[in-house]
């Protein structure tokens, strides 16, 4: 394995390279060239595709984007070249299991395949949204207190002791830990102390991800979250996350969120970016497993088709030739109280749960406000386990998308759907769904068994 | 070649985001005697109008937007002395000298690249100064460039604030009603543009450009 000393030295030392030259001529032109050379193509009636010679073309065309760019440093717009052996040797290298949180709340984390015999694993929260401090434990409670529900995630503080939460200020460490301190006391309360997290979601430099490695904060059996930069690049801010984890011992989780429409283009070029993201991420994030989060260049949201697309592409890609550890991010473009909600939730699911993937969520109404809420985490783990349990094929897992997207597809508007905030669809006290919210949910559980699905 | 033939090879290489093509034909058309600002209107900007509806109608991608406003960039390096030489003291000038920037602690461009890119395509002149810049930076470089408008991106909520801080400086510094402010974001909304006091927001880098041109034309 690549010394992580040996990264900084080559982003101080490799090829200097205009940003948007590394943009434009590295990252757009090598992707559109493989596009073509690897005959490329969507279909948006095949969100789902069992075409075995396509997920191959995929990875081969990631895997020489990969080799041909590496990476490359904005904090010294260098490049950080990176060797073909050291690739492979990354691949090698991919943990296939990772042990997160301590005790009878241990879970494995695993590199699924496809048709795997093990079920998906559920991080329940909504990532990074911002959630007023008000009702951020309860927030978090209504996910960690879901029996299906085997990790813990959260939004983000933007308020603490009603200041405001700004980046990069001595307040980011105070919000991270306080973030942390009310996770610690939700897992307690809910009876689940040793549950996993992925935390440190107020951390949005550096600042307080560094502070909260501590016991009583994030413990070396959590993880953290190591960025990133569209596409390809990290900067020295974000290497600092993945050397802090070094010798504490916190498992990183590497998060390159594909931009669908940006640099690799279209869908296709997307899948491309997004398979080399992983491959470049075994190296200069230290990766212990990957975060699937392409997100919609204008919809943001994970239950479009063209990013549905890419989720399968990728996470297929890597369950057939090599499988790592992936945890896809579930982010519908609905909020809570919305039946919309629940149906993103649903196509999310049986796409993540064919295509090797495990699942977090859901950063409801896009991730942008708090109108979230453990209801639909609940139906997200339900329909993924239901997908597993009937050995859905891919060409079923297909069918049932394109039966969910005209229930949905009407909300990608400039205005969405974004619903309503948390505590205006659970009781804060008892932490349940308010009637109409639970109504709906049952409903929509009805209408997804007559469709034949056995949640 | 007749006038309306260097026009399409204009028109083509900036939507194909060719510079070099584009450089050629705008030499081409000068050296037939082309009109300038025919140049500039009828084969540039109608060129850099049908990229930006592609890019809406998802046809484009943020690629194509680059390599157009690099056509267009080349281009405009070959018209230009010829526009300043004939139209010189008319009304040919640039729209107006804008600064982008993603405002200091966030590290996201895609989205102010596009705006960026549009605004370029649609004639303005814009300076952008890349990410995580500091606000005293922004406001000394409009000073500078003696821009009107000021457009700021912010994704990450805990870096929306920054925004603020920069119009509470230029009103400290007795500014404020030289520059036109926009801001963009993920979570940036109506509410937050009358919180801070900015002039105006847009939902995507389309409205942007017509935002900035209802604001600049007032």
Redesign the interface.
């Known amino acids: 394995m690549l010394n992580y000393l040996e990264i900084l030295d080559r982003a101080n030392t490799g090829p200097y390279l205009a ?2 030259n590394w ?2 001529e590295k990252v ?2 090598t992707t ?1 060239k493989l596009v073509k050379k690897y005959k490329l193509e969507w279909n948006k009636e095949e969100l789902v595709t069992d075409d075995a010679s396509l997920s191959e073309a995929i990875y081969n065309a990631g895997y020489e984007l990969a080799v041909t760019l590496g990476s490359y440093s ?1 904090t010294t717009e260098r490049v950080i070249e990176i060797s073909q052996d050291e690739i492979d040797g990354g691949i090698r290298n991919m943990p296939q299991n990772v042990v997160m949180g301590e005790g009878k709340d241990a879970r494995t984390l695993y590199a699924r395949h496809l048709n795997d015999e093990r079920a998906p694993l559920f991080f329940g929260g909504s990532p990074g949204t ?1 959630v007023p401090e008000r009702f951020f434990l309860a927030n978090v409670m209504s996910y960690m207190q879901e029996p299906l529900i085997d990790l813990a995630t959260c939004g ?1 503080l ?1 308020e603490v002791d009603g200041r ?5 200020n001595p307040i ?1 460490i105070v919000s991270t830990r306080r973030e942390l301190h009310y996770m610690r006391q939700g897992l307690k309360r809910v009876g689940r102390a040793g549950m996993g997290m992925l935390a440190a979601q ?1 951390s ?2 550096e600042l307080g991800d560094l502070a909260a490695a501590h016991p009583d904060y994030l413990r070396p059996c959590d993880s953290h979250l190591v960025p990133m ?2 596409e390809l690049k990290m ?1 020295h ?1 974000n290497i600092s996350r993945a050397v802090n984890s070094l010798e504490y011992g916190m498992v990183n989780a590497s998060l390159p969120c594909v ?1 669908v ?6 869908p296709t ?1 997307s899948a491309v970016v997004n398979v080399a993201s992983y491959l470049i991420a075994n190296i200069t994030c230290l990766a212990d497993y990957h975060i699937l989060h392409p997100i919609h ?2 919809h ?1 949201a994970t239950s479009t088709r063209d990013v549905l697309w890419v989720i399968n592409a990728t996470g297929q890609a890597f369950a057939r030739h090599a499988p790592t550890i992936i945890v896809a991010d579930i982010y519908p473009k609905s909020g809570a109280g919305t039946k919309e909600l629940l149906y993103e939730t649903a196509a999310n699911a049986i796409v993540n749960a064919v295509s090797g993937n495990h699942l977090e969520g859901c950063g409801s109404a ?1 991730g ?1 406000a708090p109108n979230c809420s453990g209801l639909e985490a609940r139906l997200m783990a339900e329909v993924a386990l239901a997908t597993h349990r009937m050995k859905m094929s891919l060409k079923d897992a297909n069918d049932y998308v394109l039966k969910l997207l005209p229930k949905y597809e009407h909300v990608f508007t ?1 205005d969405g759907n974004p619903g309503k905030p948390f505590d205006e669809v659970y009781d804060l006290q008892k932490l349940q769904p308010l009637d109409f919210w639970q109504k709906m949910y049952e409903e929509v559980k009805t209408e997804l068994k007559e469709m034949g699905l056995k949640v | 070649m007749p006038e309306n033939q260097h026009i399409q090879a204009i028109i083509e290489a900036v939507i194909e985001g060719e510079a070099e093509d584009a450089a050629e034909a705008t030499l081409s058309a000068l050296d037939s005697n082309t009109d300038p600002l025919v140049i500039l209107n009828e084969g540039l900007m109608i060129g850099a109008d049908e990229v930006g509806k592609r890019f809406e109608r998802g046809e484009y991608f943020l690629p194509e937007l680059m390599l157009a406003g690099r056509a267009l960039k080349a281009a405009m390096e070959v018209v230009k002395p010829s526009l300043l030489k004939k139209y010189e003291g008319t009304d040919t000038k640039v729209k107006a000298r804008v600064v982008s920037a993603t405002v200091q602690t966030d590290i996201h461009d895609i989205g102010k690249n596009i705006v960026s890119s549009m605004l370029t395509a649609a004639g303005y002149e814009v300076t952008d100064m890349g990410v995580d810049v500091p606000i005293k930076s922004i406001i000394d470089k409009a000073e500078e460039i003696g821009a009107q408008v000021i457009c700021l991106s912010a994704l990450l909520t805990t870096s929306m604030p920054f925004m603020r801080d920069l119009i509470e400086i230029l009103k400290a510094r007795g500014i404020r009603e030289k520059y036109i402010v926009l801001v963009g974001g993920a979570s940036v909304n109506e509410t937050w543009v009358n919180h801070i006091g900015a002039d105006g927001t847009a939902r995507n880098a389309a409205d942007a450009v017509k935002v900035v041109h209802t604001l600049v034309s007032a």
């Open positions: 940003e948007e943009d434009l757009a032109m559109k904005r911002p983000t933007v405001e939460v700004r980046t990069g980011e107020s949005v430099s930069l569209n900067d801010r931009i429409g940006g640099l690799g283009g279209g070029g260049m204008r943001i896009d942008n400039q």
